[in-house]
């Protein structure tokens, strides 16, 4: 007990405590006062989330491929731990969780037919099906990504490069100086840090134990309820407990390699199997249409509409983002030893965007041809039955569909389990007065955290109060914006503008041309070589 924060781990349990209280003695009231809480912040300051997180997704691309970019996290001589494909993988899972599951086949289908006020377009049109693409590739690709590689960067550059402790508040280092360390403002940081995460996790775990039991109900029969959703959580939260305390090397690396190979062949199989041409020539036409408005996309106001669709959609998901930024951005840290700051952006960013890229143009494409073509109509059946079993419904249509769709359970699962394991393991570390060079925190420490998401997905999903957890984790984004600002604020002042770092934590490019095999040197130049 005096190995740990105290301070900064009780207030989450404060605030939990007193929500599920609250949603015991009544749900509805709670979950409407939070509600409100949430509106008010999203209609005063909706504007500026989504004005800051457009600026921090330009100004991470622009960093990665200037001077600052050829940074390495430890220095010249650091290797890293991972190799490129462990690297990627865990930083593809690590910050999806169940979500590209669910929505993949839902969002492009559902804003294409259900167009917010101020949008004169005709449901179902190839221009309301490109303002969906939109949305769904503003919503899970660059800027989710970009959310969490500005907090991994600062991070990273404080822990490795400035030798300081693994936490959020590391960051701020970069701006204040280590000495904000020693302040009481560290903890402060670091207390919304992981009130964030654990209402992301507690939250994200009770939305999937419902997912679990309706795909469940839908293919098996049994009835889903409470006796179902405390079978899949205490399942669930073993295993992933179980892995995260055998470490990253082990629990978490194995996780993630399987995690993404089901993700790839689950995608391969509904490309080449369904219209393969509309599927490829909507995510390329979608994918272009969305670079070309990258900034209406990014920044969608509707002013003076009065459906809140903005608040319940765009500044809803930018808030949930952020809610998980610092504590991903922290374990993104922690894998990113030996890594310069360009390979962080281009594996971090980049790569799980674009696959998001191709996940929502293929799964979306396929809801909206079943329904273009006649075939279903999805679109009616997600409005009336619900969202929960849209991608098992839409596994009817594929090859092997009944062995798909209990493959698809399994990776809902799998897929949050990934992300809790690594999310464990970080606010585990975090927990530690003293984790300087620590690679893993004590096993209990790990149980604790583990074994307390699990308890509060099961009392939230049971006593009625997961909506006021789910706008709980939004509400929980906003101040997590300002921390963000700050750390980005460091970054810029210490690595752009005062370009404070020794040339012995830049990577040197490496010589282009011909060399002599037993000496270690360029013998002709690349320009020579042309020449030649």
């Known amino acids: 007990m005096k190995k740990l924060r105290l301070s900064m781990i009780s207030v989450p349990i404060i605030i939990f405590v007193g929500v599920i209280i609250a949603s015991m003695i009544n749900a509805d009231v709670a979950t409407s006062s939070i509600t409100n809480v949430y509106l008010w912040m999203a209609s005063q300051f909706g504007w500026f989330a989504q004005l800051a997180c457009f600026i921090f997704l330009v100004s991470v691309m622009v960093i990665a491929f200037s ?32 979500g590209i599951m669910f929505w993949g086949p839902i969002e492009p289908l559902y804003f294409s037919q259900a167009l917010p006020e101020g949008v004169n377009l005709v449901p179902g049109s190839p221009e ?40 959020v508040s590391s960051g701020m280092a970069l701006l204040f100086g280590e000495k904000f360390l020693e302040s ?24 999937g134990l419902i997912q679990l039991g309706a795909g469940l109900e839908m293919i098996s029969g049994i009835q889903s309820g409470p006796a179902i959703w405390i079978m899949f959580a205490v399942v669930i939260t073993t295993i992933y407990t179980i892995s995260s305390a055998s470490g990253l090397q082990k629990g978490i690396k194995w996780l993630s390699d399987k995690n993404a190979w089901i993700f790839i062949v689950f995608l391969l199989i509904t490309l080449f199997s369904g219209p393969t041409k509309f599927l490829m020539e909507l995510t390329v036409n979608s994918f272009g249409g969305y670079l070309n408005n990258f900034v209406s996309s990014s920044i969608f106001l509707a002013p003076g509409t009065s459906d809140m669709w903005v608040e319940w959609w765009d500044t809803f998901y930018l808030a949930d983002w952020l809610s998980f930024s610092p504590v991903i951005g922290l ?48 679109f009616s059946y997600m409005t009336t039955v619900g969202f929960d079993g849209v991608m098992l419904k839409l596994a009817e249509f594929l090859p092997l569909g009944q062995i798909i769709q209990p493959l698809i359970i399994v990776t809902v699962m799998l897929s949050y389990i990934t992300m809790a394991d690594s999310m464990t393991s970080s606010i585990s ?28 997905a099961v009392i939230f999903v049971t006593a009625g109060g997961i909506n006021g957890m789910k706008t709980l984790l939004a509400i929980s984004g906003f101040p997590v914006l300002i921390i963000m600002c700050f750390l980005f604020a460091g970054i810029i002042k210490r690595l752009v503008i005062d370009k404070n770092y020794s040339m012995d934590e830049v990577v040197e490019p490496k010589p282009i041309g011909l060399k002599d095999k037993n000496l270690d040197k360029v013998i002709m130049t690349e320009t020579e070589i042309k020449e030649a």
Not at 67 to 85: C, H, M, N, Q, Y
Request: hydrophobic content about 55%.
């Open 128 to 167: 309301a099906i490109q303002f969906a693409m939109n949305k769904a590739f503003m919503h899970w690709t660059f800027t989710p990504y970009a959310l969490y590689v500005l907090c991994g960067f600062g991070i990273a550059y404080a822990m490795y490069n400035m030798k300081l402790p693994q936490a």
């Open 184 to 207: 009481k403002w560290r903890t402060v940081v670091d207390a919304i840090a992981l009130t964030a995460i654990c209402s992301g996790l507690a939250g994200g775990l009770a939305n």
């Open 67 to 98: 001077k600052v970019g050829r940074i390495k996290f430890g220095g010249r001589d650091a290797k890293p731990e991972l190799s490129t494909w462990a690297y990627f993988t865990i930083a593809l899972c690590a910050g999806i969780g169940t």
């Open 331 to 378: 374990f993104l840290a922690r894998i990113s030893y030996g890594r310069t700051i360009r390979e962080f952006v281009l594996i971090n960013l980049i790569a799980p965007a674009m696959f998001g890229v191709l996940w929502f143009g293929v799964f979306g494409g396929f809801a909206i041809n079943l329904m273009e073509s006649g075939t279903f109509d999805m």
């Open 429 to 456: 570390l975090m927990s530690l007065k003293d984790n300087i060079g620590v690679k893993e925190a004590p096993l209990l420490v790990k149980v604790f955290w583990g074994s307390l998401m699990g308890a509060l």
